[in-house]
DNA sequence: AAAGCTTAGTGTATTATTTACACATATAAA
DNA sequence: TTTATATGTGTAAATAATACACTAAGCTTT
């Protein structure tokens, strides 16, 4: 049996990490700049991209994140794809889509990935010659274009299982971390909270996050010690 | 950017399970019937298929594992997208695919889902039109055709994850089990042994675990109480 | 220089959970 | 009746989880 080709996507939803809280990742739908499409309306999105034909669904991934954010080797993980024939069906979608693909009829299913990153340690507002690119709250997420809500909301369900589970909340620190600040992450992201003392005690067990003989500078407060953790002890 | 089209496909790693130990439901391929073919070997494969033009992914994965080996309404649950440009390279695999479609060149990315059955209530070998169908032991499993064995190991990895928290075991077991069957599947999948009365114990604090009046029959030992899930109760 | 503000950092007692462990029991077969 | 086999049950010890309140260090203000 012998069906027609479809298109393949990625799409990446990116948490990035700060003392202000979770935010998403999301781009604005470049238009062409023929006169023709000047009056689509546009909803943000998560970066994506159709697949390449010679190309792996992570290293499109990793191409499309780059192509449309500047970003660059972070932390990457699928968790889903969705192949709802229905996913575009959006008027305003397809009118995007006739603007700038050749075949904007054919079905696109997407491979899903998360990815992580500290806002400190990486550009907050990355470049980009496709659309403006913004960090956007998790608490304020609009309607995005597709069924992007859906995707996100399904990656940070993929998010929360695995923080205890994988060793990944380090993706979203900064390399030298406090103790309150690993908490905060962590009350953040499972929605609830911890007993500073048993936390730590806790942390003290887990033999990859380790003391630094190194102190916050600049608060107006008892400065923290700085942890960070060790990759060697890190197992996927 | 505009890449070419590509296929889809989906393919299905069926656990099957009794008091035997778990297997995993293989296919011969099925080779056309011209002579053009007839030197060509094959190896077993997972049952899998090119998803239609207006199917979504689980529906064609209910609908291709129906055409291949006659079982429905089991569980099924998406684990794992598969997109190496290489995954499908094998000298073999190439010619038996350019034996069977009219396009064999073209790269195939595959969804995976797995399934779990129970050995007892469905029929132990279904029939099919399009080749051999058969249980295999976990421990005996063939080399595969294309990256199905990494395909397999995947799955069984999500299984092993998510058999603990998501309520799954009674999808492999009879309606009616004993505790001893519960504890011997455990053990299995999660390779390692557990105590009995501890096993018990923590059973007995699980509200979707229901005794029955009723015991094992014609067993030259005590017999056992049976037990059965209460479906109300399984949460996603 | 002192007082005040803010977050860091620490220990113990209580409760709940996990672990380790051994023998009597019900059925079928001999 | 005896034997073989897997079932079914309780308790003590160890470990982990929880609840809880004050002093310390740095900066700012007066």
Wanted: proline residues 6%.
């Amino acid at each position: 049996m012998e069906s027609n080709a479809l298109h393949i996507s990625v799409d990446c939803v990116i948490f990035g990490y700060d003392d202000d809280g979770l935010k998403v990742l999301l781009i604005d739908q470049q238009l062409p700049y023929d006169g023709s499409s000047a009056d689509i309306q546009t909803q943000p999105q998560l970066p994506g991209d159709l697949i390449l034909i010679n190309e792996g669904l992570l290293q499109a991934a990793k191409r499309v994140l780059f192509e449309l954010t500047q970003l660059n080797g972070i932390y990457l993980k699928q968790f889903h794809a969705f192949g709802d024939p229905s996913r575009v069906n959006d008027d305003k979608d397809l009118a995007w889509l006739q603007s700038l693909r050749t075949h904007p009829e054919q079905r696109v299913i997407t491979v899903a990935y998360f990815g992580l990153v500290s806002l400190q340690d990486h550009t907050p507002k990355p470049a980009s010659f496709a659309g403006s690119v913004n960090w956007v709250d998790l608490n304020d997420i609009p309607p995005l274009a597709f069924d992007h809500n859906e995707i996100l909301s399904t990656g940070f369900d993929a998010l929360r299982e695995q923080l205890e589970s994988h060793h990944i909340s380090f993706e979203l620190l900064p390399k030298k971390f406090t103790l309150s600040q690993l908490q905060a992450l962590y009350e953040l992201v499972l929605d609830k909270k911890f007993d500073k003392r048993n936390f730590r005690k806790n942390v003290k067990r887990m033999s990859h996050v380790i003391p630094l003989n190194e102190k916050q500078q600049g608060v107006m407060h008892k400065p923290a010690q700085l942890f960070s953790f060790n990759p060697n002890e890190i197992s996927e």
